[in-house]
């Protein structure tokens, strides 16, 4: 057929580097956090201001 070749020494049969044992999502060091878990962010001024406010809700 018309499969994609796979290696199934590779994550997901096609990406290398990625470690299952070894993957982590976590920050366990305090400094790499953002202060007070705020991250600044800017909305760009001409976005349309009807959208502002669902933005600002779903941040």
Do not use: C, Q, Y
Request: aromatic share 4%; glycine share 12%.
């Amino acid at each position: 057929g018309d499969l994609p070749l796979e290696t199934p020494d590779l994550f997901g049969g096609d990406m290398m580097g990625i470690e299952l044992d070894e993957d982590r999502n976590a920050i366990v060091n305090k400094l790499l956090l953002w202060p007070g878990g705020i991250i600044p962010s800017d909305l760009d001024p001409g976005l349309d201001k009807s959208v502002t406010p669902a933005i600002m809700t779903n941040a």
